[in-house]
Nanobody, 121 residues
């Protein structure tokens, strides 16, 4: 499985960004997809999960502000981030794993991208 993120950048508080993750070499509907982040000096934090059945799960810190979705035609995972806060500043990673591993936190998934930086000021 190969994952390539894009869409990060710098934005003012209250602004929005959409992260993208291009996925390849995986079997659709057998992998859960997710986003996690890591801020300097902090532990990795799961942000959002898209389960095999299309169910979603969000960290309390982003509920109501972030939305995870996928484009099955283009094999792309998205993270729509609205009302961004300085605390959202972090490197954001796309992650994936087989269905049996999806109950664990996203930062433990076996496949991940190289990350894309989000800075909120």
């Amino acid at each position: 499985v190969q994952l390539v993120e894009s869409g990060g950048g710098s934005v003012q508080a209250g602004g929005s960004l959409t992260l993208s993750c291009a996925a390849s070499n995986y079997i659709k509907h057998r992998y859960c997809m997710a986003w996690f982040r890591q801020a300097p000096g902090k532990e990795r934090e799961g942000v959002a999960v898209l389960g095999v059945a299309g169910d979603t799960l969000y960290a309390d810190s982003v509920k109501g502000r972030f939305s995870i979705s996928e484009d099955n035609v283009n094999d792309t995972l998205y993270l729509q981030m609205n009302n961004l806060k300085p605390d959202d500043t972090a490197m954001y990673y796309c992650a994936a794993d087989r269905a049996w591993a999806c109950s664990g936190p996203p930062q433990t998934y076996n496949f991940r991208g190289q990350g894309t930086q989000v800075t909120v000021s």
